[in-house]
Nanobody
């Protein structure tokens, strides 16, 4: 059984930083691309970032480009999302997800991902 567990969320002031972690079990993360999505209240779940199995290719939503960095440590079976210069509009539940391939074909649609974590809340105050 594949399990993805996010951590690192919390309350931060605008301009601050947080680092989210996604620990995987039941699947060797190094064999798969991974992604982060977020969902704000009343809104659809949206793509944030994705990373290929080796970390050699990354993809970002325009809204977070230059502020967020996705990375991975395959030895620890963990994927990270470093979030800097946070804005109130970044407030959402953040989910990590496993992509069923090593490389990213598109990577921006939630329907491309096969396993999801439970999410971690990020709240950015103004």
């Amino acid at each position: 059984q594949v399990q993805l567990v996010e951590s690192g969320g919390g309350l931060v002031q605008a301009g601050g930083s947080l680092r989210l972690s996604c620990a995987a079990s039941g699947r060797t993360v190094s064999n798969y691309a991974m992604g982060w999505f977020r969902q704000a209240p009343g809104k659809e779940r949206e793509f944030v970032a994705a990373i290929s199995w080796s970390g050699g290719r990354t993809l970002y939503a325009d809204s977070v480009k230059g502020r967020f960095t996705i990375s991975r440590d395959n030895a620890k079976n963990t994927v990270y999302l470093q979030m800097n210069s946070l804005k109130p509009e970044d407030t959402a539940v953040y989910y990590c997800a496993s992509y069923p391939r090593r490389t990213i074909v598109s990577g921006t649609s939630l329907y491309e991902y096969d396993y999801w974590g439970q999410g971690t809340q990020v709240t950015v105050s103004s």
